[in-house]
Structures are given as C-alpha cells and as structure tokens.
C-alpha cells in the first residue's frame, strides 16, 4: 500500500512482528494468555487493594495507580495487535494511529513520574519512620499522583505533537506491530532531526531524571537498612523495596533502550517493544502480589470469605 508523494497518508499499514501465518497464530495465542492475565492480575489487585482496609496505606494507593496505567497501556496496544494476528488487512487509520501513539505516551510516561514517586515513598518510610505518617497524608498522595499522572500527560502531548506535526506523505508500511514514535519518523517526508530531538529531551526530563531520583532514594535506603541491627527488619526492608526496584529495572530499562540509546535492528526493536508493552504489565501485579504477604493475606480472606461456611475456616469455640 502506497500514496503519492503528494497526497497526506489517511492511513497506515502495520507489518506486524511476522508475515508467516503459522506464526502468526502461535503469536495470536501467546499475547491473548499474556493479556488475559495481564487484566485478571491488574483487575485482581485493584480490587484486593479496594476491599481489604490493612491495605489502604500510602504504597498500596501508588500501587493502584501504577497498575491502572499498567492496564490501560496494555489495552491500548495488545487487543489490536491481537485482531491484526489474524487478518489479512493489517491497517490502521491516522486518527487512530495518532490516538494510540498519544495515549501510549501518556500511560507510559505516567509509569515513569509514579514509580520514581513510590522510590520517594519508601525513602520517607524506610529512612524517616516517625515522621512519614505526617508527611504522608491522603492529600500529599493525592497531589503525588495528580503531578504523576499530569507530568505525563504533559510530556506526552509534547512527544505527540512533534511526532504527528510531521508531513507523512510517503510510504504508509509501519515496520512495527504498533504506532509508536521511532517507527513513525522513520516514514516522515522531511528532516525529523527537530522531532527527534525534542522527544529526545522528554525522554531526559521522564525518563534519566526520575531514574536519578529513584538511584538516589535507593542509595539511602540501603545505607539506612544496613545500619538496622534486627535481621529480622534487614529481610522486611529489602522485601518491601525488592519489588519495586525489580518493576523499576524491568520497565525503565527497556524504555531507556528504546529511547535513550543509538537506533538498533527493527526486529531488536520490535521484541523490546513487545517486553515492556505485553510482559511487564502482566509482571507487575505478579511481583507485588508474590513477593508481598499483606497481599496474600488479603487473597487468602477473600477467597476464604467467598467459600461456603461448611468449607470456610472453622472456628472452634
């Protein structure tokens, strides 16, 4: 599919991750398990967070945050990669082209500012216990998250706006499974160098800075829990900030790849796109719910409130 040098592009062709129909199906199959738990993960936190009151604290709030931008940037992409698997007409339009790579910026921006804001929070609870209960009040984690979820925003129509102000009046074939920003400069009809750079320098401001911070807090927070005498409160501590920081490498360092770093091979880029837009939104909820007992606890009553009383716990008097 092609349009005339002087004719706008209306629409684009996704060559996807594979022109092998067998493959395809594989891959079909693959990313529909990866989304469906990716929701019923995503979904089950949200609510366990919601129903259980022990866990109605600072960290289990940005967590939620955290997840629900974790489900809509899987939803944005994954449900049309998975109707693009199997058919034949791989096209997507430029206005929704434009909506996916905007809305793709601003849950994936957002991811950034609120896990260097959850960095910030275990730095006040680990290396200022007596005074994080007044520092941080619902209203400080509110503003927290609104300044998250708004930096995002922010950032991303900046990205947006110098990625889609460009003339595509070329080829229309995206070598990527997804509209997303390097592979769209890439079909521009002009220098993209202005464009690049820019998107270039929100990477720094979402992407380096937040790192920094988050590099700083835990700098402190290991100095502070090598200092604790108790084994018993050393183990709680680094459980408490392991998962985090495994979320933290996860999705920072696939973005800072695809960002930050010199253009590699488009099948490179591709797999990396897959793992930080299918695989760390279904990680997510399964490090925090795994590594974390005060979320087992609060699935173990769920589940046990949802029993039949013959089946349920018994209580003997």
């Not at 985090?244 to 797999?271: C, N, R």
Request: proline share 4%; glycine share 4%; net charge positive.
């Amino acid at each position: 599919m092609r349009q005339t040098n002087q004719t706008q592009v209306t629409e684009f062709f996704l060559l996807g991750l594979s022109d092998n129909p067998h493959t395809q199906q594989l891959l079909f199959i693959l990313f529909l398990g990866v989304y469906l738990v990716t929701v019923l993960g995503n979904v089950l936190l949200l609510t366990l967070v919601q129903v259980d009151s022990l866990l109605h604290t600072p960290m289990y709030f940005f967590i939620c945050n955290l997840s629900l931008a974790d489900l809509c940037f899987s939803t944005n992409i994954v449900p049309q990669a998975l109707v693009h698997l199997l058919s034949r007409k791989k096209v997507i339009s430029f206005t929704r082209c434009a909506a996916q790579l905007l809305l793709f910026f601003i849950f994936g921006c957002t991811q950034c500012a609120l896990l260097a804001v959850m960095s910030w929070d275990r730095y006040m609870a680990i290396c200022n216990p007596l005074h994080y209960p007044s520092i941080m009040t619902w209203k400080t984690c509110v503003q927290l998250a609104v300044g998250s979820w708004a930096s995002g925003i922010l950032v991303s129509v900046v990205d947006a706006t110098f990625t889609l102000r460009l003339p595509y009046r070329g080829s229309n074939s995206i070598a990527h499974f997804f509209c997303e920003a390097p592979a769209l400069l890439i079909l521009a009809s002009t220098d993209t160098w202005t464009s690049e750079m820019a998107i270039f320098l929100m990477g720094v401001v979402i992407l380096l800075i937040p790192v920094s911070l988050i590099l700083v807090s835990y700098g402190h927070i290991i100095v502070t829990v090598v200092r604790i005498k108790s084994a018993a409160g050393r183990l709680k501590a680094f459980s408490t900030c392991g998962s985090h920081l495994t979320v933290v490498i996860l999705f920072y360092g696939s973005a800072i790849v695809t960002y930050m770093t010199p253009k590699s091979s488009k099948e490179q880029e591709k797999l990396v796109s897959v793992f930080y837009t299918m695989v760390t939104p279904m990680l997510n909820p399964l490090i925090y719910s795994l590594r974390n007992k005060d979320m087992k606890g609060a699935l173990r009553k769920v589940i046990t409130r949802s029993l039949p009383p013959r089946l349920g716990v018994c209580h003997w008097q």
